[in-house]
Structure formats: structure tokens, C-alpha cells
């Protein structure tokens, strides 16, 4: 079973605008991952954010990370096609930390 | 640094019998973990090894097992094989401590007939 829902499920905009992907989950946690898989193949780890911080950015991507609401939210600015993908949140909780717990991730498609 | 690489890339089984997947990780990093991944299930922990040992492990049933050599590689066994068992499985990296970012290999699609 997966700790948390993202939402949307699937997302299509048009190139150069900003896509938004959330995400939801249940217990507390050590930090929270989003990764990127392309096509059914390995996910690339984007960024990583504790669980006392509130706000990271890297390049065009930012998380906001909200605790109280267990809850998470992943902006990519600038969309490229080269963003299409499916987008995963992942959380490691305090107890069995190594252990990530996968959201149901997102599909985000960029037309040109 | 050399990623995380996993053999084979692909594989065709049949029902009942077993497969063997194996895991190299990245230099330097201790820990490797299994997932599963499916349409129906997403992707589900499987089991997490550090320094040879299991550390942690989902929610699977004794069919799926692994062990990790003293170089880090790791295989992960599934006998009796299901069609159920059909799906991607990938191989995860770290250093295993906080805050424990992993690094996953493209994964072993597995299909079982």
C-alpha cells in the first residue's frame, strides 16, 4: 500500500507554462523526495526536502513542504517538452527510514 | 561515477519458475533497496539491505528474497513465479544514513507467462 496521493493524476499543459503537482501522505516523516521516470524506466531523483524545511528550490524546480497538512507541492517553472514524464513523490518515514513510500505519481505531458 | 546498473534489463519467465535479478550499486554507497513497481500496485518496497544485512523489508510475501554481497552487489530471488509477478523491478543506492536520498538503476522488466 502507498502512504500518498498525488494530485493530479495526470497534467497536460503547453510548453512554457508552469505545471504544479501535489502531493498528499499520512504519517509523520524524515523527509520528502519527488523523482522523474521517464517511459516506465528508472527514476532520477530530483530534489529532497526535510522535514524543517519549507521551501527548496534547484533550477527550475521548487517544493514547498507543509507538515501540519502532510502535504507537499512541486512546481516545475518554464516548461519544456523535455519535462514530460511521470512524477513521484516519495517520503521516508521517521520509523524504518531508509524504507521510501511511493505516492501514486503524476503524468505530466508538455505539448509544444 | 558509474550509476547504479542492474542485470538483465529484460527477462521472460514462466509460471512456477525462478529468476535471479541483480543490483550494482554506486561506488562508494552501502545500501541497496528493491522495489516493485505495477500499474495496478505502483511501486512498492521490497526490501532494503546495508553492509549484508537486512535492515528493512515490505510487505512481500517469502517467495521475493535478497542478499547482498561484502562489494554492496545485491540479487534479489523470486521463486515459484506468478503472473502477478510480472512488473519492473528497480534497484535503489545510498550511502544508507540520513537523509537516505536514493539513486535507482532503469530496473529489470520482468515478464512472466
Known amino acids: 500500500s502507498q502512504q500518498g496521493e498525488e494530485d493530479p493524476q495526470a497534467l497536460s499543459i503547453q510548453e512554457g507554462e508552469n505545471a504544479t503537482m501535489n502531493c498528499s501522505y499520512k504519517?509523520?516523516?524524515?523527509?520528502l523526495q519527488w523523482y522523474r521516470q521517464n517511459s516506465g524506466r528508472g527514476l532520477v531523483h530530483l530534489i529532497l526536502?526535510?522535514?524543517?524545511?519549507r521551501e527548496k528550490h534547484s533550477g527550475r524546480l521548487r517544493v514547498t513542504l507543509d507538515t501540519s497538512k502532510k502535504s507537499s507541492s512541486l512546481l516545475i517553472t518554464a516548461s519544456r517538452a523535455a519535462d514530460t514524464a511521470s512524477y513521484f513523490c516519495?517520503?521516508?518515514?521517521?520509523?524504518?527510514?531508509?524504507?521510501?513510500?511511493f505516492g501514486q505519481g503524476t503524468r505530466l505531458t508538455i505539448n509544444p | 561515477k558509474a550509476g547504479v546498473t542492474q542485470t538483465p534489463r529484460y527477462l521472460i519467465k514462466t509460471r512456477g519458475q525462478q529468476v535471479t535479478l541483480s543490483c550494482s550499486p554506486i561506488?562508494?554507497?552501502?545500501?541497496v533497496s528493491w522495489y516493485q513497481q505495477t500499474p495496478g500496485q505502483g511501486l512498492q518496497f521490497l526490501f532494503e539491505?546495508?553492509?549484508?544485512?537486512?535492515?528493512n523489508k515490505g510487505n512481500f510475501p517469502g517467495r521475493f528474497s535478497g542478499r547482498q554481497f561484502s562489494n554492496s552487489r545485491s540479487e534479489m530471488n523470486v521463486s515459484t513465479l506468478e503472473l502477478g509477478d510480472s512488473a519492473l523491478y528497480l534497484c535503489?543506492?545510498?550511502?544508507?544514513?540520513?537523509?537516505?536520498?536514493?539513486?535507482f538503476g532503469p530496473g529489470t522488466r520482468l515478464t512472466v507467462t
Open positions: 516519495a517520503t521516508s518515514p521517521i520509523q524504518g527510514a531508509q524504507k521510501l513510500v
Open positions: 504519517t509523520s516523516i524524515n523527509n
Open positions: 526536502i526535510r522535514s524543517n524545511e
Open positions: 561506488s562508494g554507497h552501502r545500501s
Open positions: 539491505y546495508f553492509s549484508e544485512t537486512q535492515r
Open positions: 535503489a543506492s545510498s550511502f544508507g544514513l540520513p537523509p537516505y536520498e536514493q539513486y
